[in-house]
């Protein structure tokens, strides 16, 4: 009973007990009829609601929102359909794909009722009815669809569920707003295998990303070392930035081949190569030997009384 029947009710009973004790027992009697009849007759529905009303077994109408009243005993309201969008939860356990992989599906579908008068008359309980059609549409459709698709494209498997259970419920004055699908759960072991194959996958583009950027280095190389074939004072100083990149740092003691810096100092090793050539002596002019300096007995020598002297030590 609504807050206005209510009321109104309220009021006609303390009446009916006011007149009844002040004036006359059975005028309060009519009183009371008429609380009677107002609780009876008098409905309010509110704006999300709608009430049909059978008259006689007959449809009457619709009625809703505010206030409104039927003939009591005569009319009868058989359903108050709610509006508002609703959400029912569904799934499909063990359901096989197209490529007979065992699959758990959890989904939800959001809907409401545009006709009052099929929802109620069309179906007996269009509630239950939505939830098996949306078991059944969404069986079918994993039974159609790759288990590829079905993990990847999920907008296209919510848009397709949406378009087959809004075609079953149309009848019965239900549209469906969206289907969304929560959760695909697949057997641990087939997890762990697409785990491999994805992990390959990464591995395989990671080593063609190597392979390529191996490529453009080595091409980069050439590049240089023909430049630097036509330019050896760019040589040079590449060479030298290199040497003052790595010493740079405090505390680093690098050892350098006498080699290492004549090519870094071309002009200098050019200059020293002329010098020592101006140096060599001219095979074409032999100077003199000099004359042979007797060299000393190494073994003692004896003097006229035959004596034997200290030897002497050569220098």
């Known amino acids: 009973m609504n807050p206005v029947t209510s009321f109104l009710v309220f009021v006609c009973v303390l009446a009916a ?152 419920t149309a009848p019965w004055g ?24 994805a992990q390959a996958e990464r591995e395989k583009q990671a080593r063609v990303i190597l392979g390529s950027a191996e490529a453009a280095i080595a091409g980069r190389f050439v590049e240089a070392a023909k430049i630097y074939a036509g330019h050896p004072w760019a040589l040079q100083l590449r060479a030298m930035n290199i040497i003052y990149e790595t010493t740079k740092e405090r505390g680093a003691t690098i050892l350098m081949p006498s080699s290492m810096v004549d090519s870094l100092n071309p002009s200098a090793a050019s200059m020293a190569f002329a010098l020592a050539g101006q140096a060599a002596p001219d095979p074409t002019m032999v100077e003199p030997a000099a004359p042979a300096r007797p060299r000393p007995p190494s073994g003692p020598v004896l003097s006229a009384d035959n004596s034997a002297e200290a030897p002497l030590l050569a220098a």
């Open 174 to 197: 239900v549209s469906v707003t969206s289907v969304e699908i929560r959760d695909v759960a697949i057997p641990e072991a087939l997890q762990n295998a697409m785990s491999r194959q």
């Open 17 to 168: 007990a006011a007149v009844g004790y002040l004036v006359n027992p059975f005028l309060a009697l009519a009183f009371l009829a008429a609380a009677a009849v107002i609780a009876s007759s008098l409905k309010m529905a509110n704006v999300w609601q709608k009430f049909v009303v059978l008259r006689m077994g007959k449809l009457q109408g619709v009625k809703g929102a505010g206030l409104f009243a039927i003939i009591p005993v005569i009319d009868s309201i058989v359903a108050v359909i709610d509006c508002r969008i609703q959400t029912t939860a569904f799934n499909a356990e063990q359901a096989l794909t197209r490529d007979t992989v065992p699959v758990n599906v959890d989904a939800i579908i959001f809907w409401h009722v545009h006709d009052a008068e099929k929802a109620a008359l069309a179906i007996t309980n269009y509630r239950e009815a939505i939830d098996r059609v949306a078991q059944t549409s969404l069986r079918e459709m994993i039974g159609s669809s790759m288990l590829a698709a079905l993990l990847s494209d999920r907008k296209d498997a919510d848009e397709q569920l949406k378009i087959e259970i809004g075609a079953k």
